[in-house]
């Protein structure tokens, strides 16, 4: 890459990075993280090695040092929370919310959320549930809990 575009990508990257730093993000898994976990995220461990998989039973090779790593992680979260057991690896708030919803029902969940153009979730409006949503007054931009109401009745 030319110079003049690495400087431009690296000037992108600060200007996210304030961006993210200066403001408040009120979606709960999309926050700064201390300058700690960010450091710790800047590795080759993350940047070049896939670890698909669980311990012992990964999709690819040489995940050796992963798997210890891992381990060690699994351990400290089953010593901090008196667990059984423990998975430390990342997910999805999507991810996470599905796996939710499906254990909370046996059938085709119905789901009443707000709606994603009005800041509710990707993951309330997924195939496998009957999702209906509310919305956001456009001009108070305030919830009318009447129309809600309504929509939870139906």
Request: overall charge neutral; proline content about 1%; some cysteine.
């Amino acid at each position: 890459m030319q110079n003049s575009t690495i400087n431009s990508i690296e000037k992108k990257i600060r200007q996210e990075y304030s961006r993210q730093n200066d403001f408040i993000q009120l979606i709960a898994s999309e926050n700064l993280p201390s300058k700690a976990v960010y450091k710790a995220m800047q590795n080759v461990l993350l940047d070049y090695k896939t670890a698909e998989g669980y311990v012992g039973n990964r999709y690819h090779s040489g995940c050796k040092i992963i798997d210890e790593i891992e381990s060690i992680a699994i351990e400290k979260v089953k010593t901090l929370f008196g667990a059984e057991y423990s998975n430390v690896q990342t997910n999805s708030a999507t991810i996470a919310n599905q796996t939710a919803i499906a254990a909370l029902s046996d059938s085709t969940p119905k789901i009443l959320a707000m709606d994603v153009k009005c800041g509710g979730h990707i993951s309330h409006s997924v195939k496998y549930t009957n999702s209906n949503h509310y919305h956001v007054d456009k001009e108070s931009f305030l919830l009318d809990y009447d129309e809600i109401r309504k929509i939870a009745k139906k």
